[in-house]
């Protein structure tokens, strides 16, 4: 009888430390620290995101939201990520030493290092390194998805960048408009990037700047895509097609936005310009957010699983 309660002594301790992985207060309090002082780090950065997506909505605006969708995906995965204690991971704390290392080089350093992308990437290894140091690899592995999101759609993306595809973008959105408004009735030429309406013997030139480009709304399309397929279509090559619909399905509705921009310049060319310019982009993400759920509609209906649609 002895040996039986010696040996119960000696092996349930071991199996209830083992289970319990890093201590909450322990985690709560380098949670608390880290986190304070990564803010404290990449203020500059923060601070510089909130100013662009305050200050030009229509282009950035969403970029203010994206940390919240980041963390409803983190939040229905909640089971997996409770399911087992989490487990401080020390080679975090080099991920986090980097990280901060890269984005100090990055505000300190030689002014082609000096990029706001750049510095979001000292930004996302930091904030990796804390995850993988406070909750271990598992909970990294699980939280993974809503990281990535959180790095790729919540920053602005900088001008040099924009540039690369934003070019071939308003010759898109220069041949599309013309297209259309000559279809509708609206006398309309096209040189290069420039559009002239012709109304009532007065010629008004239509210039499709960089603002008219759809790049910002495509980027937006995107980050809205892959939120709305990985939170509403259950198979994969349903998620994918959708993200990918969103590129065609903003190249469009930014072709009508500048066809809407050159009927209204008939009446006024102010239109056209300013705030008002500003406006018409986002009135026409309403309805282009509709098409997009449409689109879903069709993908999640073309399939119907057998379990379901079998009777009880």
């Not at 510089?48 to 995906?73: E, M, N, S």
């Not at 002239?196 to 809205?224: D, Q, W, Y």
């Amino acid at each position: 009888m002895s040996s039986v309660s010696q040996d119960l002594t000696t092996t349930v301790p071991r199996a209830v430390v083992r289970d319990t992985g890093t201590s909450p207060r322990f985690m709560a309090v380098g949670a608390v620290v880290l986190t304070t002082l990564m803010v404290w780090v990449f203020w500059d950065f923060l601070a510089a995101q909130v100013r662009w997506a305050y200050h030009r909505p229509a282009d950035w605006g969403h970029t203010l939201v994206i940390p919240f969708i980041a963390g409803y995906f983190a939040w229905m995965d909640r089971e997996r990520l409770v399911a087992k204690p989490f487990r401080t991971a020390w080679p975090g704390l080099i991920l986090v030493l980097v990280g901060v290392f890269w984005y100090l080089l990055c505000v300190f350093g030689p002014q082609p290092l000096a990029h706001h992308n750049l510095r979001g990437a000292g930004f996302a290894v930091t904030l990796a390194g804390l995850i993988i140091l406070l909750l271990g690899w598992r909970a990294f592995l699980i939280l993974l998805f809503p990281l990535a999101y959180l790095v790729v759609f919540g920053q602005t993306i900088s001008e040099r960048l924009m540039n690369i595809v934003t070019f071939r973008m308003q010759d898109i959105a220069a041949a599309g408009s013309h297209v259309i408004l000559n279809v509708i009735g609206v006398d309309t030429d096209r040189s290069g990037n420039t559009l002239t309406i012709h109304h009532n013997g007065v010629s008004k030139p239509l210039n499709i700047a960089e603002a008219c480009s759809g790049m910002r709304m495509l980027v937006a399309f995107l980050a809205l895509g892959v939120a709305i397929a990985y939170t509403g279509l259950p198979r994969v090559w349903q998620r994918v097609v959708l993200v990918l619909l969103g590129i065609p399905v903003a190249i469009f509705v930014n072709m009508l936005r500048v066809v809407t921009l050159g009927v209204l310049s008939l009446f006024d060319v102010e239109f056209a310009a300013g705030e008002f310019h500003t406006m018409i982009g986002l009135l026409w993400l309403v309805p282009a957010f509709l098409l997009y759920l449409g689109l879903m509609w069709i993908l999640r209906n073309l399939v119907i699983d057998e379990r379901s649609a079998s009777p009880a």
